[in-house]
């Protein structure tokens, strides 16, 4: 089969490797749509904290089960999405709820195969079956989701609230499409990308509001005007603007993995009386939340699957488009290709 290997910092190679054997507990699963996200460049950029050269990347990701596994799970020829994670499931944190934290916790490149490969062996627990009509693509789309259901709930969204999101990536805009959802009265999108808000605004019917360029707006004037605002980008001046738009004892959420140390100006969080947290990706309900909504199209991903996967032998191509910052906001490969 045909596998996309990170050989080396911004070199991807597309290479034939043996198929996988299925362990116990285990079916083989044929891709059909792989989406890439900032992680995916970050490790193509050298810059990601356990992905490294050597490695297969890609992690959201949907195709069908061609071996089922032989102690059950879905049968062969069952669409599913893959949930890129398999805990322990027996430490305290998975106990308590948070096999997201697993210190054992296994990820795609990091214990768990990349999905960028025509076939990947993965455990019976991560595999998702797909509502109906779901397409490959949207339910590769279903783990960003799934980032962003964890994050609207760590903010505390909930009927009424006040949401701000920095940056309108996938995951921006499917965080305010999900705060929306569940029941923020009020969402605005930013960034610098005028493609980037116009999608965003489509996806979530929110406000949207272009920053960062000459003769553009900035945000000063909405100090204190969110009971939550999600850092959605790792632009390095978000975390003061975010500060900034908080209000007092509202909830600042942290997505991104920043490349170098961030510094802010930390008054207001001491002014303000303002809760800063992280979110890292979601526990397994979060994903399965997710993988409803989008069965049912109430998170409906449909505006940004427009652009076609595009074969595996275009990786390298893809990495770099993405690398030099295209509009595109969703690229996907599609590795049976």
Partial sequence: MRTAVLRQVRRIEVERAAAPRPAAGEALVELRSVGLCGSDLAAFRGHHPFRSPPVVLGHEGA?????????????????????????????????????HLC??????????????????????????PLDGEVTYDEGALIEPAAVAWHTVRAAGVRHGSRVAVLGA???????????????????????????????????????????GDVGTEDLTGLADAFDAV??????????DEALTLCRPRGTVIVLPMFARPVTAALNPLVLKEIHVRGACLYTPDDFRAAARAVGARTLDVRPLTT?????????????????????????????SR
């Fill in 230 to 239: 999600v850092v959605a980008s790792g632009h390095p001046t978000c975390l």
């Fill in 169 to 211: 990536g996938a995951v921006g805009a499917l965080t305010a499409a999900t705060a929306r959802l569940h029941g923020a009265s009020d969402v605005l999108v930013s960034d610098v990308r005028e493609a980037a808000l116009t999608l965003a605004g489509h996806l979530s019917g929110c406000r949207t509001r272009r920053v």
């Fill in 63 to 99: 195709g069908r089960i061609v071996r089922a596994a032989s102690d059950g799970g879905p049968a062969e020829g069952t669409r599913v999405a893959v949930l890129p994670l398999a805990a322990c499931r027996h430490c305290e944190r998975c106990e308590s709820g948070l096999a």
């Fill in 307 to 335: 652009a076609e996967a595009v074969p595996l032998d275009a990786a390298q191509d893809v990495f770099e488009a993405f690398d030099e910052g295209h509009d595109t906001v969703k690229y996907r490969l599609d590795p």
């Fill in 103 to 128: 210190p054992h916790r296994r990820v795609p490149g990091a214990g768990l195969p990349g999905l960028l490969a025509a076939q990947v062996a993965l455990p019976t627990e991560t595999l998702i």
